[in-house]
């Protein structure tokens, strides 16, 4: 009965942190750039240091836990919103930030300039080129496919674009900013970037619903599981404390 109690436990707390994950899914699944997190379960092997267990007891003693989540790099739909400073990435590639906290890296591309003409995000942090931050006179904006930034015929800057090596682990920042180890970014070298148009959510909102109905459903089941061992503990108390002593 331990190990079905421990088991039901442990499922219950990953499938509510699983529904955690989905529904903030949800909630950006019309935030501009953002990337949907799945789930990634681990199994855990109760008392594996007991060298005695049985492949019975071992078996029993599996139970599943939430090990993190992945950030899913798919592409999202870009969207033509007609603003000359909105710019969409067509690839793997991130817009590099520079915050009070250090570089940041994100796929949301609604920029604007400041008063005194940086190019910055819609929260007022810079926006980087290659070399540094990016000032931009009065005038009209072209931006290039690769971010060059041109202004009454003259170059003001080219945006950085980054990407990083398969398995590096981004952790959302939150505002739609994403970290990631300190020298893993290298230049984008399979993006491009287009001008007058915003990337939505990767988010997709049915296959979302479906798991967090899912998720929601077995979340139920392990708490009914866990009333029944309770009752069942409950009785086995009752009948046997009576015999101690």
Do not use: C, W
Not at 160 to 181: C, I, M, R, W
Not at 186 to 197: C, E, H, I
């Amino acid at each position: 009965m331990g190990s079905g109690y421990y088991a039901a436990s442990t499922a219950l707390i990953a499938r509510t942190q699983a529904l955690d994950t989905i529904a903030n899914n949800l909630a950006n699944s019309s935030t501009v750039g953002f990337r949907a997190e799945h789930n990634v379960f681990k199994s855990v092997l109760a008392d594996a240091g007991n060298a005695r267990g049985t492949a019975l007891n071992q078996a029993v003693n599996d139970y599943s836990v939430l090990g993190g989540t992945t950030l899913d790099l798919g592409q999202g739909a870009l969207q033509k919103t007609g603003n000359d400073l909105d710019l969409g990435i067509q690839g793997s590639g991130f817009f590099a930030i520079q915050t009070a906290n250090g570089p940041m890296y994100t796929r949301n591309g609604a920029f604007q300039v400041s008063g005194n003409g940086q190019l910055i995000t819609s929260t007022g942090d810079a926006v980087l080129g290659d070399k540094g931050t990016i000032s931009i006179p009065p005038g009209p904006v072209s931006i290039s496919s690769d971010g060059t930034i041109s202004s009454n015929g003259a170059v003001a800057g080219k945006v950085k674009l980054v990407q990083f090596p398969a398995g590096t682990s981004l952790t959302s920042a939150g505002g739609n900013y994403y970290s990631a180890p300190a020298k893993s970014e290298m230049p984008a070298t399979d993006s491009t970037v287009q001008q007058g148009v915003l990337e939505s959510s990767n988010v997709n909102p049915i296959t979302s619903m479906v798991e967090l109905i899912t998720a929601q459903r077995s979340a139920d089941m392990m708490q009914r599981a866990l009333a029944v061992y309770n009752t069942e503990m409950d009785k086995t108390a009752t009948k046997e404390l009576p015999k101690v002593g």
